[in-house]
T-cell receptor, first 119, second 113 residues
Framework: EPEVTQTPSHQVTQMGQEVILRCVPI?????FYWYRQILGQKVEFLVS????????KSEIFDDQFSVERPDGSNFTLKIRSTKLEDSAMYFC?????????????????FGPGTRLTVL | KQEVTQIPAALSVPEGENLVLNCSFT??????LQWFRQDPGKGLTSLLL?????REQTSGRLNASLDKSSGRSTLYIAASQPGDSATYLC????????????FGKGTKLSVKP
């Protein structure tokens, strides 16, 4: 069964450093998302991406964050200058959308996550 | 503000019991609602998606219901098994096919053998 993959599974970085989190969405999916979950808290939306541009972003997604689809398969989240409060599990998700069977096409499928630890 | 609440925060049941997990949302104008399972330190596994026009959706031993007017959804698990032990998350989409999900904090389920 197709699945969303993410690398690395765990990233440790020093405060102020840049990090890039990578995701490979499901191949026929058109919509891509990043979410994060701080330990013990709710999963929070960061950004959605379609047709090579941001569709929507939350107030968390400030100028320190950026997303890119550098090729036909990868989707990346970059944090330019990490802060201690960026420590969280970051999840990538994708959905097919636009299909006739909405229950299938609107379902968001999540990757296993990247645990980011900022020291 | 659109919020999603899940009660109880934790639930412990003996194996074989049928159980119901609750999810409530403040704004009834939802597009769809998705239930997930999260194992410790792992990603989210999609269980069921229920569209705003639907009353319920079933997959195996799982049944999700939706009552938009009262702002509630339930996830019914039949004949629970120890392997069902996980945190169950409810997430609401207000934005359409490409809309983002607003999550509840989850219910941590423990099924005792």
């Amino acid at each position: 069964e197709p699945e969303v993959t993410q690398t690395p599974s765990h990233q440790v970085t020093q405060m102020g450093q840049e990090v890039i989190l990578r995701c490979v969405p499901i191949s026929n999916h058109l919509y891509f998302y990043w979410y994060r979950q701080i330990l013990g808290q709710k999963v929070e939306f960061l950004v959605s991406f379609y047709n090579n541009e941001i569709s929507e972003k939350s107030e968390i997604f400030d100028d320190q964050f950026s997303v890119e689809r550098p090729d036909g398969s990868n989707f990346t989240l970059k944090i330019r200058s990490t802060k201690l409060e960026d420590s969280a599990m970051y999840f990538c998700a994708s959905s097919e959308s636009g299909g006739l069977r909405l229950v299938v096409s609107d379902t968001q499928y999540f990757g296993p996550g990247t645990r980011l630890t900022v020291l | 503000k659109q919020e999603v609440t899940q009660i109880p925060a934790a639930l412990s049941v003996p194996e074989g019991e049928n159980l119901v997990l609750n999810c409530s949302f403040t704004d009834s104008a939802i597009y769809n609602l998705q239930w997930f399972r999260q194992d410790p330190g792992k990603g989210l596994t999609s269980l069921l998606l229920i569209q705003s026009s639907q009353r319920e959706q079933t997959s195996g031993r799982l049944n999700a219901s939706l009552d938009k007017s009262s702002g509630r959804s339930t996830l019914y698990i039949a004949a629970s098994q120890p392997g069902d032990s996980a945190t169950y998350l409810c997430a609401v989409n207000y934005g359409g096919s490409q809309g983002n999900l607003i999550f509840g904090k989850g219910t941590k389920l423990s099924v005792k053998p």
